[in-house]
């Protein structure tokens, strides 16, 4: 079981849907959802930067379609702490899109730990339950 | 059988012919347009196609100066091309010409200077083909490439829209259903998840819908243009969305007092306006009386109209160039579909017109509209 996991995504549905898929298979023990990416963002920064006493979340399913800030601009903002994050933090694209030209930018985008499509499946999230 | 291997058998006829009787058939029947110029610019000889192409007589051309057939827009340009053909370098170039009935005539032009055996310069002696038709070709062919590269844009566009933002809904549904079959879910969890299915399929519902609506502005563009006076529809508009501007308590006025008469799809017009319109009751600013100023200026043949208010603004660096897309929302707290501005982009860009907009967060937005007074 993770200790702690952020869901970063506008739609206040699939924060729902993934939260209790999530609870359902006691996947971790603190589940975050974040309807604003920007507030997530900030969390992570000052977790990475060290200027927070909050532990990273060991795992993040990240939606790409988001106004404001995408899915693509949260990693950008991100990369720059990509040491830091390394092998502490997993970040998954959790997008409900079936463009392939997303699941080709994913696999080269090194902070990207997997493409997921919504919904999540069962047996993905058995998997990321074994990697813990 | 004829024998074909000599195909001259009565070549002394055509000797008795003098060269210059020849080429006297020639000029005349020679399906081009060719005539001599004199160095002072006047038509020295035509032949019948130039009468023909200019849809006059001979006498009305011949002592008269060529330039007086040139379409205004080629004048300089051609002045350029008679010059240097008087200096005796050859020219070759596209012109055009007015003939008769004020139509404009394309030519393919080929001048050479014309001197006599002495190496004097006499004037110039040209040949002139008419390219009308296959101008005309040229240009329907890219209006078709346009339309097609247009067309391909929009398949593009729709191919997101389904990737994207069909795919959403459509991911909700299957993992509620999903999360609606495992057993011993909460009761909570359980009363949500079906809230949220129904709420989904309403969703989805509705994009079915505004694509639908789409896709039929395409053939709405086809649509007879009618006569449509600005300010009574902006009138109409208001009525429409009477209930909207009450429950804000927003003034709308309409600056600018001179009659507009555009030509246009009335329904694209009204349509532009009323979404507009809507756009600033959405985003007016909880604390502040919502005003919005809506102004016609008639410039040239070009009609602009101006809708400002006094809402929430927008950080246009940030969202410029999403501002008009499809589904793209950037207000959390409002509902609204993200369709109205694209609508209004779209029908907009249907009218051959271009939209603007400038804002200022905290002080309000400005959209302007310049539509042709004749689409």
């Known amino acids: 079981m993770y200790n702690k996991v952020f869901i970063v995504d506008d739609d206040e549905v699939s924060i729902f849907l993934t939260e209790a898929i999530l609870e359902a298979e006691s996947f971790a023990t603190e589940c975050k959802g974040f309807l604003d990416a920007k507030t997530a963002l900030q969390n992570l920064l000052d977790s990475a930067k060290g200027s927070s006493e909050d532990a990273l979340p060991e795992v993040i399913f990240l939606d790409l379609n988001m106004p404001f800030l995408s899915g693509w601009d949260f990693l950008e903002a991100l990369s720059p702490y990509e040491q830091a994050l390394k092998g502490r933090c997993r970040i998954y694209l959790l997008t409900s899109s079936v463009d392939e030209q997303e699941r080709t930018r994913a696999a080269g985008t090194s902070l990207v730990a997997g493409f997921l499509q919504k919904p999540l499946e069962d047996e993905w999230i058995m998997q990321l339950k074994e990697s813990c | 059988m004829q024998d074909v291997t000599s195909p001259i058998q009565s070549n002394t006829g055509l000797e008795s012919m003098r060269l210059e009787r020849l080429n006297r058939l020639l000029f005349n029947n020679y399906p081009d347009a060719i005539y001599t110029i004199a160095l002072d610019g006047t038509f020295h000889t035509v032949n019948h196609t130039v009468c023909q192409i200019l849809q006059r007589e001979r006498h009305e051309l ?28 050859p020219q070759r170039y596209q012109t055009v010409v007015l003939n008769n009935s004020g139509e404009t005539v ?20 040209g040949i002139a083909k008419d390219i009308t038709e296959q101008k005309e070709r ?10 097609l590269q247009r067309q391909n844009e929009e398949l593009e566009l729709f191919r997101k829209i389904i990737a994207h933002d069909f795919r959403s809904p459509v991911a909700r549904l299957l993992g509620l259903g999903k999360l609606l079959q495992k057993d011993n879910l909460p009761e909570k969890t359980q009363q949500t998840a079906l809230v949220a299915l129904l709420q989904s399929a309403q969703q989805l519902d509705g994009m079915v819908r505004d694509l639908n609506q789409m896709l039929a502005l395409h053939h709405q563009g086809d649509e007879p243009r009618e006569k449509c006076d600005v300010e009574e529809l902006v009138q109409l508009c208001v009525a429409n969305i009477q209930q909207e501007i009450s429950n804000a308590g927003a003034t709308i006025t309409l600056a600018g007092t001179e009659r507009m008469e555009l030509f246009t ?12 319109l809507s756009n600033a009751i959405k985003y007016r600013l909880p604390d502040r009386p919502l005003e919005v100023m809506i102004s016609l200026k008639q410039q040239g043949d070009e009609a602009i109209i101006a809708v400002a208010d006094n809402g929430t603004g927008m950080d246009l660096d940030k969202i410029g160039p999403s501002l008009f897309k499809m589904y793209k929302r950037f207000h959390q707290d409002i509902d609204g579909k993200g369709l109205g501005l694209y609508l209004v982009k779209e029908q907009v860009r249907l009218l051959q017109g271009r939209i603007e907009v400038a804002s200022t967060p905290g002080l309000g937005t400005t959209f302007t509209v310049t539509l042709p007074m004749h689409s």
């Open chain 2, 62 to 89: 011949l002592g008269n100066n060529y330039q007086h057939i040139i379409h205004p827009e080629h004048l300089e340009e051609s002045g350029k091309y008679f010059k240097a053909a008087k200096q005796g370098l």
């Open chain 2, 106 to 125: 394309h030519l393919d032009v080929t001048n050479f200077p014309l001197k006599t055996v002495s190496d004097k310069m006499v004037g110039i002696f």
């Open chain 2, 138 to 147: 040229e240009r329907a062919l890219l209006r078709t490439t346009q339309e």
């Open chain 2, 265 to 276: 799809v009335k329904a694209f017009l009204v349509s532009i306006i009323q979404n507009l």
